[in-house]
């Protein structure tokens, strides 16, 4: 365990605490061994992270956490791939109404033709309170995902069109709930 002046964790070592409490705390979190990798076209790229989570949801997802400069980085993204090419605008509009509507830490992009919730926290607000940012973290994206589980992926496979997909998350954040039995 790497101790840093003062006896304190590092940030690193704060951050596996974390993780490893999340996973105890939610049978959902898996962690995952090894380096991550991401697709950039036909080009693949070997990513380290100082984390790496994958959670059972609605869509599977991965969590990716990397230590930079000035903070933690935390990506959750849907493992396959969602965002067909042909796509990737009304992606970016689904992630846009998403975001406008969800006021909070970290917001929906489109990275590499790929749908991804990002967020990060400054180190300094991480070691004040590292329990409540973690959470943060670590679950805001997946819950995020899941609650638009249905309009992404029917909007993937063609089931669902921009408008009908727009006004799914629209009743969502409007009215807070969506009967997902109605939108069938």
């Known amino acids: 365990m790497e101790i840093i ?28 061994n090894g380096l991550g990798v991401v697709m950039h076209g036909n080009v693949v790229e070997v990513m380290e992270d100082q984390a790496h989570l994958a959670v059972e949801a609605r869509i599977p997802l991965q969590i990716s956490c990397r230590l930079c400069e000035t903070g933690i980085i935390v990506a959750t993204f849907p493992s396959p791939r ?25 917001g929906l992009v489109l990275d590499d033709l790929d749908l991804a919730f990002m967020t990060g926290m400054p180190y300094e607000l991480f070691r004040a309170a590292p329990d409540e940012t973690g959470r943060i ?17 029917s909007l993937s496979v063609g089931d669902w069109s921009i408008k009908k997909t727009l006004n799914f998350v629209d009743t969502l954040y409007s009215n807070g709930y969506v009967c997902e039995e109605d939108w069938f």
């Open 5 to 32: 002046e003062g006896g304190q964790l590092s940030n690193e070592e704060l951050l596996k605490r974390v993780v490893r409490d999340r996973v105890r705390a939610d049978s959902r979190y898996k962690p995952m």
């Open 82 to 106: 969602i965002v067909p090419p042909s796509k990737r605008d009304q992606f970016l509009a689904l992630a846009n109404a998403v975001n406008i509507a969800s006021v909070g830490v970290g």
């Open 137 to 153: 973290l670590l679950t805001r994206g997946v819950d995020l995902l899941d609650s638009i589980a249905l309009a992404a992926l």
